[in-house]
């Protein structure tokens, strides 16, 4: 953002920071300096984290929020001034229209008042203007007592078009049916009423009911607008879109058995002063008015709202998107252990990288363990030779096509070879093949074959997701719900900000980081990050952050946003390996010197921190905010915020959905939350569905309340349709088995096998695209746990299992995500 802040239209009497400040619910100060910083070019994690004193303490989240609404109401000012040009140019501009205009706190509203003015084609009203018809309306809307027939024979002029009363009356009804749907005040309450009361139908269309199968549960469905859930909304589109349904917006049903549509005209008359009291001309305007609504503002008002409903729509898919990719970004890390990347393959083999604590590739090489070759014992003795061979302590196997094939092949090698210790896990290979192809991959690993890439790939995605997969576009990770039918714009911008905030969150090592990586550093875009690369490849690795200030082209600003989030450690000054900015490292020396101690020694000393008050190391330029901060860090310097590491226990001999029963309780990992429910991998290549109302005993409006992607759970099994591939789970331990047949309401329950790999139904209607265990149903509905009305008559759920923060070995195939799926 580079322009200054905006005043809001007069007649609101607000700035926009004003408004903003109102909606955030702080004080209109914090929000002027967070817009000032902003527009400087500073950034949100910066700002977050280093500017408390001047924000009063806003956090990254709403300076998100600040950041977007900023955003909104600039280009609203810059529709605004357009628009007063525009009606200026006319010379239709008074004080009244221009009053409406600044008061307008809506682009809807803002487009309302301006389309009567609003340049377009020769309308039938523009042409019976010209014919001079415009009296005759105006009269018989003032005078009903006036016959309308009779009135329009003095209007018919054939040199004008008008041959006759009846052309006369249409064109008449034409200006009026454009001035009632030009009408900005009566618009809007239309508009609004509609979008709390109407509702959206969908039903097939002829002759598509087999072909368009998999969109069966929206055949014939008519819900409430305001209460439709995003992910029901986007498949009716989905499903007009690819020629299934037809969907349409209309009014709620009429009471009292009347014309669904007689509230909506009964508002167009009453705003014009439209009554029939048996006068000559009441009834043809009551026809104008129904004629005005049924093609006119009923079309229009369609529109709108469609285009309302999808941004809704939109914006919820965006934020479930955003929240699990940054479940999976922040979760745990293994670590510095050297380890084992397995990417499984039949007829192609299993391709074998290892990599060191560093995340170094030491060895590579493919076995073949399964059909057709066979060769498992040579492949176990190669696995074990690397493994002793590089001490190796983790085994990651990619979850893709003979994934629990080769993860028995894991447990035999642990079996055989108990000295190595080693522990085994499943990684998630979504994107894998991405990264793989890309020009980055061919740069860093210019060596390897592309299919060895993929293993070295999920070696270190073990080690530290965050690190290896901000290598890779965020929409190929496979997280999200309805992907390919959201807002390339608004979706990738959603993305981008969490990655940023995901990374400077943690913190990054800058002689250990990759371009990528340094590249979602505050202040720090893919030039600076190559150039800092080439300047450590070059001259070594960095002993201080005073160095970056040598790279090219990273002048003071950028410094500034990004050397509190750069670590370096054994460098030259402790501090460096902190998250204290350089900027305040004079109040570490004088806490030190106050302390008897040097930085070094003062660094952990929890002692000696925790009894020190923030007050006393105060001064102009650092607030308690910051100090606050600074003692918290200098006592766990360059702490990571992530949990500890952990991995899920798949049951031994539960491989394939036809080994599952009803009632099983198994442990799996979270892969993918959705808003009707959470997809957990239970290790059978097909995720089971827990409906939101089989998570707990409680009332769950937002599964993230309940579980997040990476957590591992334990699970119960309810239901197990084969042919359909469909899973139905509990967090209830208690449930019974086959609660999963009832149904409980719209979404009623797991639908584990309607979608392809981007939630997008394949043409099969089971969602088995290439290297995908099954997708996810959008409408992720039957077979899952009945919902339960309590004495409230609300819902009822069931009492969490436990839930712990694991690997994100669940990045993964997900049927409701976009990009690959799992790979």
């Known amino acids: 953002m580079t322009q200054s802040a905006q005043t809001l239209p007069a007649g609101t009497g607000r700035?926009?920071?004003?408004?903003?400040?109102?909606?955030?619910?702080?004080?209109?100060?914090?929000?002027?300096?967070?817009?000032?910083?902003?527009?400087?070019?500073?950034?949100?994690?910066?700002?977050?984290?280093?500017?408390k004193e001047a924000t009063g303490g806003l956090d990254d989240a709403q300076l998100r929020t600040l950041e977007e609404r900023l955003r909104y109401l600039r280009e609203l000012e810059e529709r605004r001034t357009a628009i007063l040009e525009s009606i200026r140019e006319q010379g239709k501009l008074d004080d009244a229209l221009e009053t409406a205009i600044r008061a307008a706190e809506t682009k809807a509203r803002l487009e309302d008042i301006y389309l009567p003015f609003k340049p377009k084609r020769r309308t039938k009203a523009q042409i019976a203007r010209e014919a001079g018809l415009e009296p005759l309306a105006d009269g018989l809307l003032t005078d009903p007592s006036v016959e309308p027939t009779a009135a329009a024979a003095a209007f018919v002029d054939a040199e004008r078009g008008v041959p006759d009363a009846d052309a006369a009356l249409a064109g008449a009804r034409s200006i009026l049916v454009e001035r009632f749907g030009e009408d900005a005040d009566l618009i809007g309450e239309l508009r609004e009423r509609m979008w709390s009361r109407g509702r959206l139908i969908s039903r097939v269309r002829p002759g598509k009911e087999e072909a368009g199968a998999k969109y069966s549960?929206?055949?014939?469905?008519?819900?409430?607008?305001?209460?439709?859930?995003?992910?029901?909304?986007?498949?009716?589109?989905?499903?007009?879109?690819?020629?299934?349904?037809?969907?349409?917006?209309?009014?709620?049903?009429?009471?009292?058995?009347?014309?669904?549509?007689?509230?909506?005209e009964r508002a167009i008359a009453h705003r014009f002063d439209i009554v029939d009291r048996g006068r000559p001309g009441d009834t043809w305007l009551r026809e104008t008015v129904r004629w005005a609504w049924r093609t006119r503002i009923l079309v229009h008002l369609g529109i709108d709202l469609r285009s309302r409903l999808r941004a809704v729509a939109e914006d919820a898919a965006v934020g479930v998107f955003a929240a699990n990719l940054r479940d999976l970004l922040l979760a745990a890390p293994a670590g510095t252990r050297s380890v084992l990347g397995l990417d499984p393959g039949l007829r192609t083999g299993v391709k074998v990288a290892v990599v060191d604590a560093t995340g170094?590739?030491?060895?590579?090489?493919?076995?073949?363990?399964?059909?057709?070759?066979?060769?498992?014992?040579?492949?176990?003795?190669?696995?074990?030779?690397?493994?002793?061979?590089?001490?190796?302590?983790?085994?990651?196997?990619?979850?893709?096509?003979?994934?629990?094939?080769?993860?028995?092949?894991?447990?035999?090698?642990?079996?055989?070879?108990?000295?190595?210790?080693?522990?085994?896990?499943?990684?998630?290979?979504?994107?894998?093949?991405?990264?793989?192809?890309?020009?980055?991959?061919?740069?860093?690993?210019?060596?390897?074959?592309?299919?060895?890439?993929?293993?070295?790939?999920?070696?270190?995605?073990?080690?530290?997701?965050?690190?290896?997969?901000?290598?890779?576009?965020?929409?190929?990770?496979?997280?999200?719900?309805?992907?390919?039918?959201?807002?390339?714009?608004?979706?990738?911008?959603?993305?981008?900000a969490v990655v940023e905030d995901c990374v400077n969150g943690v913190g990054v090592e800058v002689n250990t980081a990759s371009a990528p990586l340094l590249a979602r550093v505050s202040g720090i875009g893919s030039g600076l990050a190559e150039n800092i690369v080439a300047h450590r490849d070059e001259n070594g690795p960095f002993r201080s952050r005073k160095e970056l200030r040598n790279v090219a082209r990273l002048g003071p600003k950028a410094f500034e946003q990004c050397a509190g989030f750069l670590r370096v450690r054994g460098g030259e000054d402790p501090l460096d390996a902190s998250s204290v900015h350089p900027e305040a490292y004079p109040v570490v020396r004088r806490i030190a010197e106050r302390t008897g101690t040097d930085v070094a020694g003062l660094i952990g000393n929890t002692a000696v921190l925790r009894g020190l008050r923030p007050e006393d190391f105060t001064d102009d330029t650092f607030g308690v905010p910051t100090v606050t901060d600074i003692l918290r860090e200098l006592e766990k310097p360059g702490r990571d915020p992530r949990p500890a590491f952990r991995t899920a226990r798949f049951k031994e001999g539960v491989e394939k959905i036809g080994d599952l029963e009803p009632g099983m309780v198994l442990e799996g990992v979270v892969s993918n939350v959705a808003a009707f429910g959470a997809f957990v991998d239970i290790g059978v290549h097909q995720d089971g569905l827990v409906h939101v109302s089989a998570m707990s005993e409680k009332f769950v409006s937002d599964p993230r309340e309940v579980v997040k992607p990476g957590d591992v759970v334990r699970v119960r099994v309810l239901d197990v349709d084969i042919p359909r591939k469909r899973i139905s789970l509990t967090l209830r331990l208690d449930d019974e088995p086959g609660a999963g047949r009832g149904r409980g309401g719209r979404d009623r329950g797991g639908r584990g096998g309607r979608e392809g790999r981007d939630g997008r139904p394949d043409g099969n209607g089971n969602g088995n695209g290439p290297r995908e265990r099954g997708g996810r149903g959008d409408r992720g509905e039957k077979g899952g746990a009945p919902r339960q009305r309590d004495r409230r008559g609300g819902e009822r759920r069931g009492a969490p299992a436990p839930v712990n923060s694991a690997m994100a070995d669940a990045l993964r195939r997900a049927g409701l995500t976009g990009g690959e799926g799992r790979r």
């Not at 004080?27 to 977050?48: I, K, M, N, R, Y």
């Not at 020629?243 to 058995?257: F, I, K, R, T």
Request: aromatic letters at 4%.
């Open 217 to 264: 549960d929206y055949f014939d469905v008519a819900e409430q607008v305001a209460e439709l859930p995003s992910h029901r909304a986007l498949a009716m589109f989905r499903g007009e879109k690819e020629d299934v349904l037809e969907v349409a917006l209309e009014p709620e049903a009429g009471e009292d058995g009347e014309p669904e549509s007689a509230a909506y």
């Open 15 to 51: 700035t926009v920071e004003a408004r903003i400040a109102e909606e955030l619910a702080v004080a209109e100060g914090q929000v002027v300096a967070a817009v000032g910083l902003l527009d400087g070019g500073a950034t949100v994690p910066f700002v977050a984290r280093y500017r």
């Open 360 to 496: 170094k590739v030491v060895d590579t090489d493919t076995v073949y363990p399964h059909a057709p070759q066979r060769k498992w014992d040579q492949a176990l003795e190669r696995l074990g030779e690397l493994a002793a061979r590089h001490r190796v302590e983790l085994v990651a196997i990619g979850n893709g096509t003979a994934s629990r094939e080769t993860d028995r092949l894991a447990a035999d090698l642990i079996a055989r070879h108990p000295e190595l210790n080693l522990t085994k896990t499943l990684v998630s290979e979504a994107g894998a093949s991405v990264y793989s192809a890309s020009a980055f991959a061919s740069r860093e690993l210019p060596e390897l074959d592309v299919s060895l890439r993929g293993a070295v790939s999920i070696a270190r995605r073990l080690q530290d997701p965050l690190a290896e997969l901000v290598k890779i576009d965020p929409k190929s990770i496979g997280v999200g719900q309805y992907q390919h039918d959201l807002s390339e714009t608004k979706l990738s911008r959603s993305l981008d």
